[in-house]
């Protein structure tokens, strides 16, 4: 599968835990993007990458929340002390700088339930 | 920062008819204007975008129109088929691989 993919799809956890998700951008894309999605609205955006290198983090995203591009590859958020309010799906897609097709491709999302 | 609005917020019409879903956005440095369809459970999916140099741009059934002065965008599909129920959310981004701003979304049902 050479798409943008997403670890885990689904996550259930209680108030006050901490998770981690993982996303893989297709091979070569060297723009990575996290969105959020709640019921009946649009994916908003919370922070993308290029390579390694955070280039703006939303000034939605709290300070619970971090994300890491450590090899310029696949790419983690983490939230820590979760809120019911951070039940959401939580989008991943990327994208290539290059001339030519640099439409941003979305994963299939991890489903984040918090208790 | 930039802001996109979007109506209808859902829309019903007979198979064959043409639906209409506009758009406007906020901040003039938006450049890139994609539409993205999205079936229930499903990642969105882009469908047709068009760039701020282009005024109309065409895709068999799709269609899409910027006036970049009054900073409205519209989204037209003709012939509409079951299989075009969804929601449609429209975007704005300074380029193609800029963070992408997205509408509201329109809940499109096409009604056999």
């Known amino acids: 599968d050479t798409g943008v993919s997403q670890n885990p799809r689904h996550k259930i956890t209680k108030r006050g835990q901490n998770v981690t998700f993982r996303c893989d951008p297709i091979?070569?894309?060297?723009?990575l993007y996290w969105y959020r999605q709640t019921l009946g609205q649009g994916p908003e955006f919370l922070t993308y990458?290029?390579?390694?290198?955070?280039?703006?983090k939303s000034r939605l995203l709290s300070d619970r929340f971090s994300a890491e591009r450590p090899k310029g590859s696949f790419s983690t958020l983490e939230i820590q002390r979760t809120e019911q309010g951070d039940s959401a799906m939580y989008l991943c897609?990327?994208?290539?700088?290059?001339?030519?097709?640099?439409?941003?491709?979305f994963g299939p999302g991890t489903r984040l339930t918090v208790l | 920062g930039e802001n996109v609005e979007q109506h209808p917020s859902t829309l019903s019409v007979q198979e064959g008819d043409s639906a209409v879903i506009k758009c406007t956005y906020s901040?003039?440095?938006?450049?890139?204007f994609p539409w993205y369809k999205q079936e229930l459970g499903k990642r969105p999916q882009l469908i047709i975008d068009?760039?701020?140099?282009?005024g109309e741009k065409k895709d068999q059934r799709i269609a899409v129109t910027l006036n970049k002065t009054a900073k409205h965008f519209s989204l037209h599909i003709t012939e509409t088929q079951p299989e075009d129920s969804a929601v449609y959310f429209c975007?704005?981004?300074?380029?193609?691989?800029?963070?992408?701003?997205f509408g509201p979304g329109t809940s499109l049902s096409v009604i056999p």
């Open positions: 901040d003039s440095a938006s450049n890139y």
């Open positions: 068009i760039r701020s140099n282009v």
């Open positions: 975007a704005a981004a300074e380029t193609s691989y800029d963070k992408v701003i």
């Open positions: 990458f290029q390579n390694e290198a955070q280039l703006e």
């Open positions: 091979s070569e894309h060297n723009r």
């Open positions: 897609a990327s994208s290539s700088t290059s001339a030519g097709d640099n439409e941003q491709f």
